[in-house]
């Protein structure tokens, strides 16, 4: 496995603070609109159920970390965590207020502000590959869930496949294009890039 992202950390996070705004549109537009029935499998891998405690990393606005604190009902909680400040205040203010124990802060995925064996299921969706250190990342959502506890990643990676290619193809090119009719072509310019190299599972 590759090391890990070489951007600038703080360019990064500029970035995802520009996009907060569009970013759930944009998400379901370039995954074909499959991206909620992948949060489906996401939360389902990770093995979470009434009553567990879920963490889930790169939470962006909160979508998974709101499927996550559903499946663990009744007596569950989620915390979402993220480094971009505009996307934990869209998430925020996107909660429902009754859901009490789903919460939303501002943290690193390199050193997660939470405790060892604290959770019993950690997630991060599209958000690995954004890391400096991939290794870093999976190292600490694994200190952070009980041993025997599974830790999930959904993730963009290069296809091998002729019909997959295909849809490489296709995504290298209206990714960026999409980005520009919503004003952020550089940001999806390079979250294009960052697919590329991201190792294979």
């Given at each position: 496995?590759?090391q890990?992202?070489?951007?600038?950390?703080?360019?990064?996070?500029?970035?995802?603070?520009?996009?907060?705004?569009?970013?759930?549109?944009?998400?379901?537009?370039?995954?074909?609109?499959?991206?909620p029935?992948?949060?489906?499998?996401l939360?389902?891998?990770?093995?979470?159920g009434?009553?567990g405690?879920?963490?889930?990393?790169?939470?962006g606005?909160?979508?998974v970390?709101?499927?996550?604190?559903?499946?663990?009902?009744?007596?569950?909680?989620?915390?979402?965590?993220?480094?971009s400040?505009?996307?934990i205040?869209?998430?925020?203010?996107?909660?429902d207020?009754?859901?009490?124990?789903l919460?939303?802060?501002q943290?690193?995925?390199?050193d997660?502000?939470v405790?060892?064996?604290?959770?019993?299921?950690?997630?991060?969706?599209?958000?690995?590959?954004?890391?400096?250190?991939?290794?870093?990342?999976?190292?600490e959502?694994?200190?952070a869930?009980?041993?025997g506890?599974?830790?999930a990643?959904?993730?963009?990676?290069?296809?091998?496949s002729?019909?997959?290619?295909?849809?490489?193809?296709?995504?290298?090119s209206?990714?960026?294009?999409?980005?520009r009719?919503?004003?952020?072509?550089?940001?999806?310019?390079?979250?294009?890039?960052?697919?590329?190299?991201?190792?294979?599972p």
């Amino acid at each position: 496995m590759s090391q890990g992202n070489s951007a600038p950390p703080e360019r990064v996070e500029e970035m995802f603070d520009r996009i907060s705004s569009v970013y759930d549109g944009m998400n379901l537009a370039i995954s074909g609109f499959q991206e909620p029935r992948w949060r489906r499998r996401l939360v389902e891998a990770s093995g979470i159920g009434p009553g567990g405690r879920a963490l889930d990393v790169a939470c962006g606005t909160g979508k998974v970390s709101t499927d996550l604190y559903r499946a663990a009902q009744p007596g569950g909680s989620a915390v979402g965590i993220d480094f971009s400040a505009g996307m934990i205040e869209i998430a925020r203010e996107r909660k429902d207020a009754a859901l009490e124990a789903l919460t939303f802060q501002q943290g690193d995925a390199l050193d997660l502000p939470v405790d060892d064996d604290t959770f019993d299921a950690a997630t991060i969706a599209f958000g690995m590959r954004i890391l400096a250190v991939y290794r870093g990342g999976f190292a600490e959502m694994a200190r952070a869930v009980r041993p025997g506890c599974k830790v999930a990643c959904l993730e963009i990676t290069r296809p091998t496949s002729r019909l997959g290619k295909l849809i490489g193809r296709w995504f290298d090119s209206i990714v960026p294009l999409i980005g520009r009719v919503v004003g952020q072509g550089d940001a999806y310019a390079y979250l294009v890039q960052s697919t590329k190299g991201y190792p294979d599972p």
